[in-house]
């Protein structure tokens, strides 16, 4: 299984350090195709890549994932657009919120019905929802098709 993990990179790094936790944890069930994102250092790296190559890139590994994981809490607009795509190409997404004062999630994350957003308050509760996704994403997987 492959999994793509979405997060904030040009939106603001301040997560970068809770992305890198995550997708350790993610690691340890699958394949995470953008382990990137948890880097310290990506956008040192990424000056190398152009912006073509940056988007073509990350649009052949999202086409290769089996279930996206979002990080939401910082607001970016490559997260919202990976969300659409795998929206569109019927790729399972779920999306971790961290409750904080006077920030709300956009109502076009938090109102769209594919999307499975869940609330958390700290790292230790994002594992166990991400826990409890890949849970419940591995037994959807299983069930054979009624054709």
Not at 84 to 111: N, W
Request: with cysteine.
């Amino acid at each position: 299984m492959n999994i793509y993990f979405a997060g904030a990179i040009r939106g603001g790094r301040k997560d970068a350090e809770l992305y890198s936790t995550l997708i350790q944890f993610l690691k340890t069930f699958s394949t995470v195709l953008t382990e990137h994102v948890g880097n310290d250092a990506l956008l040192e790296k990424e000056l190398f890549l152009s912006e073509e190559e940056i988007f073509e890139r990350d649009m052949q590994w999202l086409k290769q994932a089996d279930l996206l994981i979002a990080e939401v809490s910082t607001p970016s607009l490559g997260v919202g657009y990976e969300l659409a795509v795998a929206e569109k190409l019927g790729i399972p997404c779920y999306c971790l919120f961290r409750k904080q004062a006077h920030k709300t999630l956009s109502a076009m994350i938090s109102g769209n019905p594919f999307f499975q957003v869940i609330s958390y308050e700290n790292s230790s509760e994002a594992i166990e929802i991400i826990t409890a996704f890949m849970q419940q994403f591995s037994v959807v997987k299983s069930v054979p098709s009624q054709n």
